[in-house]
């Protein structure tokens, strides 16, 4: 064996008579053999570089075969290149790993799912179990417990976070506090899965939220386990960052659900039912189907006095959606604070007026008003228009009547005049108050005819003694069948009818009662 003096350094023992076998390491010597004594399956002149450690350096070896027949390995140092590429490897796959935690969390806005994505991603790429625990509920902790290769599971935990050092702190969003300063023999029975074993080293760092701490990680690992190194402990930091702002745009969302659902709750037409004798019922569809208020709207407010009318309520906003409903629901309100001079259309729609022009909406509404009172077996009507469509009358033979009431748009003009109609219903007769979403719904067999007033009032003379509910139902039957899955705007329609049963007893007014013929 002979070796340049560079080698000579390398390999102080490769003197010359030497064998390879007895100065080189294994991985060498057993390269040298198989390359000067090759298989019938071997071709050395086209075998890669090989690769080894020689005295903590990496080397690449290079056989050259010579013409006396010897093999001469050329060794260059790559021990830097090595480094960094294998630096690189590890920043692709942390990279990688990141954008799927990142696509994972924000796939879904409900917490609970978050918490279970944190904890369960955690375990599997940092340590042995992992827990994402939320900030604190009345009174209760909720905690996410993950063990490697297990399902997530939930519990409400009644613990001070401050009893476990850096957990308190995590929870208000204070910087993590080292793991070296964490004693692993503290932590407490409820943070430690069971059947988990002694614990080795503990991480804690928080989750950063919107403005708000989102919550906290906690990393656990086994005795047996090397412990986190300070680069594990700053890519958790990472990993954490991003689960932090899942989980804040969770809690985000699920708030602004529930704030909506309230508001919702107050737009939402309400349901009608018999009051005092008079039979009410209503429907209502917006203008798009995944929406649930709009611009239509109708109330009933039942009479405080017995004996006395009530009243209907039922307007169109100019304008859709949540807008539309926004000046929707500061109508409803105001002709509700209105109800004390409920008898006087005429000062209502006035006074409505001009709360709407001293508002900073632009928009105009047209409204219809309908005070209705039980006589014996008839129920008597007051209708004024405020630039709304006329309200339709069904007599008994299917006549269908026009309340000629007439009044200017709500909201437009300072100065409005109104023209109040009254009129009576026998039993089985029934008055229809509608929105022009119904009228104005285009379709039909060329899709592109307006349904109409006259489509309208041969339809409900058809309805002649219906019940309420089944002429609201028969209306927006044919509304839909007209317009197929066309655009359309909000409809509503309000039905009061003249039960044709003399009414006995109802509970508190609200339910049919005992009649009798």
């Not at 071997?42 to 056989?63: S, Y």
């Not at 013409?67 to 796959?93: C, I, K, P, Q, Y």
């Not at 009051?275 to 208020?293: C, K, L, N, Q, T």
């Not at 009547?401 to 200017?408: C, D």
Request: aromatic fraction near 4%; hydrophobic fraction near 45%.
């Amino acid at each position: 064996m002979r070796c340049n003096d560079a080698a000579g350094l390398l390999l102080p023992a490769a003197i010359p008579g030497t064998r390879l076998v007895d100065v080189a390491p294994a991985w060498l010597s057993a390269a040298h053999h198989t390359f000067s004594f090759p298989g019938p399956h071997t071709v050395p002149d086209t075998q890669e570089p090989l690769h080894g450690v020689i005295v903590g350096r990496r080397f690449e070896a290079h056989p050259t075969r010579r013409n006396d027949g010897s093999v001469a390995w050329w060794l260059v140092d790559d021990t830097d290149h090595h480094l960094v590429r294998e630096a690189l490897r590890m920043e692709r796959e942390r990279t990688a790993f990141l954008a799927k935690a990142s696509s994972l969390l924000l796939s879904s806005l409900n917490l609970g799912r978050c918490m279970d994505v944190t904890a369960q991603m955690a375990a599997e790429s940092f340590a042995d179990a992992a827990l994402a625990i939320a900030p604190s509920r009345s009174s209760r902790l909720p905690v996410v417990t993950c063990l490697r290769g297990g399902t997530p599971v939930l519990a409400d935990m009644r613990v001070d976070p401050d009893d476990v050092p850096g957990l308190g702190e995590a929870l208000r969003g204070f910087p993590p506090v080292p793991s070296r300063w964490i004693d692993p023999a503290a932590a407490p029975a409820w943070m430690v899965p069971e059947g988990f074993g002694p614990v080795g080293s503990i991480v804690i760092t928080p989750l950063p939220g919107h403005g708000v701490p989102a919550g906290a990680l906690v990393l656990l690992r086994k005795a047996e386990t090397a412990s986190f190194s300070a680069e594990e402990e700053v890519f958790a930091r990472l990993f954490a960052a991003r689960a932090g702002a899942a989980m804040s745009a969770a809690r985000l969302y699920a708030e602004q659900t529930a704030i909506t659902d309230v508001l919702m709750r107050e737009l939402m037409p309400p349901v009608l039912h018999q009051i005092s004798g008079v039979d009410f019922a209503g429907g209502y569809r917006p203008s798009a189907d995944h929406e649930r208020i709009g611009g239509d709207f109708y109330d009933v407010h039942p009479a405080t006095v017995e004996g006395e009318a009530s009243l209907v309520s039922l307007g169109d906003v100019c304008g859709k959606g949540l807008e539309a409903a926004v000046l929707t629901g500061k109508i409803r309100n105001t002709l509700q604070a209105l109800l004390p001079m409920a008898d006087d259309h005429q000062r209502m729609l006035s006074l409505l007026n001009t709360a709407l022009l001293s508002s900073h909406h632009t928009r105009f509404a047209t409204l219809v008003l309908a005070s209705a009172v039980r006589r014996g077996s008839m129920v008597d009507l007051k209708l004024t228009s405020g630039g709304h469509p006329s309200p339709l009358i069904i007599r008994a033979d299917g006549t269908v009547e026009e309340a000629r009431t007439q009044g200017a748009l709500i909201g437009a003009i300072p100065n409005i005049s109104t023209a109040t109609v009254t009129a009576s219903l026998a039993p089985g007769e029934s008055c229809v108050l509608y929105t022009d979403g119904i009228t104005e719904a285009k379709g039909g067999p060329m899709g592109d005819a307006l349904f109409g007033d006259e489509r309208l009032k041969r339809a409900l003379s058809g309805c002649a003694g219906m019940p309420a509910e089944g002429i609201v139902e028969h209306v927006q039957m044919l509304a839909a069948q007209w317009l197929g899955d066309r655009p359309h705007d909000d409809m509503a329609v309000v039905v009061i009818s003249a039960p044709r049963t003399h009414h006995l007893s109802a509970v508190n007014g609200h339910t049919r009662g005992r009649f009798t013929t």
